[in-house]
């Protein structure tokens, strides 16, 4: 049964889900093998938090957590396809739509930078 996004609790579901979909992808999964998921993890529940429910506490920059990685379009593409399918699997309201959004910036900033240094 899909809810709407309100609480800390429903982003853990959501990243937990996204990333058992992304660590599932033989494309994606080689960018997680050497990763500390049980560090990674809380910290992007914080980081859509602060996204989606102006709840303070991730410290960071995600951007920059990427620019070295090896990303191509197509990795981008299967990043976007799996939140978005992922949101639309549990969830519904306004906060969908806010993360797609908020999905669709940080991917254009993502591509334009990452293996540009």
């Excluded at 609480?7 to 997680?32: G, N, R, V």
């Excluded at 709840?55 to 957590?65: A, D, L, R, W």
């Excluded at 396809?81 to 519904?92: G, Q, R, V």
């Amino acid at each position: 049964m899909q809810k709407k996004i309100e609480t800390k609790a429903d982003l853990e579901l959501l990243i937990h889900q996204f990333y058992a979909k992304l660590l599932k992808d033989e494309s994606m999964a080689p960018f997680f093998t050497d990763f500390d998921m049980e560090h990674h993890m809380p910290r992007m529940v914080d980081f859509w938090a602060f996204l989606l429910l102006d709840i303070h506490g991730y410290q960071g920059n995600v951007i920059e957590k990427h620019l070295h990685m090896p990303l191509k379009k197509e990795h981008f593409d299967l990043w976007v396809e799996y939140f978005h399918a992922t949101l639309d699997e549990y969830f519904i309201g306004e906060k969908v739509k806010r993360a797609k959004e908020k999905v669709a910036v940080l991917r254009w900033t993502m591509e334009s930078k990452v293996n540009k240094q």
